[in-house]
């Protein structure tokens, strides 16, 4: 059985950071790109990070990583079976429901036409950035 599980989610300030972890199980981690989406009530699901097999590549939505340099990173670790999304300077906007993602396809990750067939996909974290 896949499990993806978040964590890491929670109340922070404005101005503060927050690091993102997803635990995954039941598959063969290095056969799968990792990404994170999230969720703003009211909004549809929209993508923020992505990172290869090898954790080689990354790419990141640009409309969420604008602002301070280091804003977003997503990192995974292969011998645990974890990946991560460390976001800083973080905004009121910022709030929403934080799902990781596991998918074959790299690059199918950011694609809006493979939304509804990536492969798996986390419960969520609920991440809420107060002003």
């Known amino acids: 059985q896949v499990r993806l599980v978040e964590s890491g989610g929670g109340l922070v300030r404005a101005g503060g950071s927050v690091r993102l972890s997803c635990a995954v199980s039941?598959?063969?981690?290095?056969?799968?790109?990792m990404g994170w989406f999230r969720q703003i009530r009211g909004k549809e699901r929209e993508f923020v990070a992505a990172i290869n097999w090898s954790g080689g590549t990354t790419y990141y939505a640009p409309s969420v990583k604008a602002g301070s340099p280091g804003r977003l990173t997503i990192s995974r670790d292969n011998a645990k079976n974890t990946v991560h999304l460390q976001m800083n300077s973080l905004r009121p906007e910022d709030t929403a429901v934080y799902y990781c993602v596991a998918h074959t396809n790299f690059r199918q990750l950011f694609d809006v036409d493979y939304r509804s067939k990536l492969d798996h996909w986390g419960q969520g974290t609920q991440v809420t950035v107060s002003s």
């Open positions: 039941g598959l063969t981690f290095t056969n799968y790109a």
